[in-house]
Antibody, heavy 119, light 107 residues
Framework: EVQLVQSGAVVKKPGESLKISCMGS????????IAWVRHMPGKGLEWMGI????????RYSPSFRGQVTISADKSVSTAYLQWSSLKASDTAMYYCARGVGPNYSYQYWGQGTLVTVSS | EIVMTQSPATLSVSPGERATLSCRAS??????LAWYQQKPGQAPRLLIY???TRATGIPARFSGSGSGTQFTLTISSLQSEDVAVYYC?????????FGGGTKVEIK
């Protein structure tokens, strides 16, 4: 069974750094793309970027390039989304999702990680 | 970036009636269009991809149609468990993009 399991909810202060994770199981993790999607409270879904774990080919939406870093460690079947300096506006639910290509639909999703940034 | 516009924002439908949701792309996305269902507290669930192909395990009451810039998701007979927000997504142009969502309620 394909599963994407994300790290738990976090509360951080503005300016702090953060790295959340998404661990895949039940399939060949290196050979499927992992995308990250933001869902801000009361808003729609926003596509952030995507990584191919086998060679770490990473692509960002222009809206998120420079704001976050996406990485992956195929040895532990895990993709990551990180911030170097959080802002209150980063408060959102973040989902990872598996794609068969860099530009595709997503059959499998993680359960989401709620990130709250508040002073 | 391709802008996806969904309408209406909220749709109230009686149980057993048809629900019709619309999604318009700012330029042609061919048939590279997916629909997702998101219930409160849950991750999105893929319903339709390739504009009209149902994903695994999706009931036949969900159907997708359209092409180019105008797409429709139809729920032929609304059930109580279909209450959710529905999103369209294009994956023809870079970057992929989602619509703002349509909330489906029971009347």
């Amino acid at each position: 069974e394909v599963q994407l399991v994300q790290s738990g909810a976090v509360v951080k202060k503005p300016g702090e750094s953060l790295k959340i994770s998404c661990m895949g199981s039940g399939y060949s993790f290196p050979t499927y793309w992992i995308a990250w999607v933001r869902h801000m409270p009361g808003k729609g879904l926003e596509w952030m970027g995507i990584i191919y774990p086998d060679d770490s080919d990473t692509r960002y939406s222009p809206s998120f390039r420079g704001q976050v870093t996406i990485s992956a460690d195929k040895s532990v079947s895990t993709a990551y989304l990180q911030w170097s300096s959080l802002k209150a506006s980063d408060t959102a639910m973040y989902y990872c999702a598996r794609g068969v290509g860099p530009n595709y639909s997503y059959q499998y999703w993680g359960q989401g990680t709620l990130v709250t940034v508040s002073s | 970036e391709i802008v996806m516009t969904q309408s209406p924002a909220t749709l109230s439908v009686s149980p057993g009636e048809r629900a019709t949701l619309s999604c318009r792309a700012s330029q042609s996305v061919s048939a590279d269009l997916a629909w997702y269902q998101q219930k409160p507290g849950q991750a999105p669930r893929l319903l339709i991809y390739g504009e009209s192909t149902r994903a695994t395990g999706i009931p036949a009451r969900f159907s997708g149609s359209g092409s180019g810039t105008q797409f429709t998701l139809t729920i032929s007979s609304l059930q109580s468990e279909d209450v959710a927000v529905y999103y369209c997504q294009q994956y023809n142009h870079w970057p992929p993009s989602f619509g703002g969502g349509t909330k489906v309620e029971i009347k």
